[in-house]
């Protein structure tokens, strides 16, 4: 697949059929996840692949955002005292999450590549799903990707276009 | 009554007032209406007049219009509530 039919063809997915996702799958889009471009190379990354149905129960409730079951949970974390190390303040504040977004961009678009439907999620409260996977307190979940088979493509939110969103030198 | 889904939806009701601290306002709306789905689940259907049942799979199929078309979820939402008064005004 080209990456722009990817890019293209990439949406969030929400529902998904009762179809496993293979761990060797699951393993490949860590591989793609772990090959994103990271702030002063720090790779913060920590990423908990959850598919068994009892973890995935204890998950649910405390990601509001999270909807309906999939086959598959990735959760990425981001382990804030090795970015303040490595980078500082800037790497706390900021590469700490920008890492973990580079990493499920490239996870969604191999993911559409494998076949596989993803739905990045924030909306989940990071305490408890802390609690649920038993993190050390340095490790944050910043991240949830869904994966599963679609159960059906989406209609493309509609996008603002190039013209609106692009200048060219300075701003106006 | 399924004691484990409700007490799933109070995690998720307590949750989501923690998260609509922060979150895009629209979500609130989004939160309660996941919450009245996932109240319905635990209760189990027998007990719950067909209305009630009726607009549960509405607001499944329409509830993540708010992501992308406010207008439209505000206006199925209306629908909604105007359907149930009608049923309860008799
Ligand atoms: C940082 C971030 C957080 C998001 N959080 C959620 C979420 O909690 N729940 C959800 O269903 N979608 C979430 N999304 C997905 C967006 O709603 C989605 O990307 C957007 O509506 C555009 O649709 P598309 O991805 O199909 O192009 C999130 C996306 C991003 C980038």
Redesign the pocket.
């Known amino acids: 697949m080209e990456v722009w039919e990817a890019i293209f063809k990439?949406?969030?997915i929400?529902s998904f059929r009762d179809e496993p996702v293979d761990n060797n799958l699951l393993i490949k889009l860590v591989e793609a996840a772990i090959w994103a471009p990271s702030g002063s190379n720090i790779q913060p990354w920590h990423f908990i692949a959850v598919s068994c149905e009892e973890q995935k129960a204890k998950i649910k409730p405390f990601a509001p955002?999270?909807?309906g079951m999939p086959p598959a949970l990735l959760v990425i974390c981001t382990d804030l005292d090795l970015c303040e190390r490595k980078g500082g303040r800037l790497g706390r504040d900021v590469i700490s999450l920008m890492d973990a977004?580079f990493a499920a961009q490239n996870i969604n678009l191999m993911a559409c590549e494998l076949g596989l439907g993803t739905?990045?999620?924030?909306?989940f409260n990071q305490g408890a799903i802390q609690e649920i996977l038993k993190l050390p307190p340095q490790l944050v979940p910043q991240?949830i990707v869904s994966v599963g088979y679609p159960e059906r493509a989406?209609q493309?939110?509609k996008r603002r276009s190039v013209q609106e969103v692009m200048s060219w030198e300075r701003y106006g | 009554m399924n004691k484990q889904r409700l007490i799933d939806v109070f995690c998720f009701i307590i949750t989501s007032a923690r998260g609509c601290l922060e979150e895009p306002p629209v979500y609130g709306p989004l939160r309660l209406l996941e919450a009245y789905v996932m109240l319905v689940d635990a209760l189990g259907e027998e007990d719950i007049p067909s209305i009630f049942l009726e607009e549960k799979k509405h607001i499944e199929e329409y509830m993540m219009l708010c992501?992308?078309d406010e207008k439209a979820f505000q206006e199925e939402v209306d629908k909604t509530i105007n359907r149930i008064a009608r049923e309860i005004a008799g």
């Open positions: 990439r949406r969030s929400r955002g999270l909807t977004a739905c990045v999620i924030r909306s991240l989406p493309a939110p | 992501m992308y």
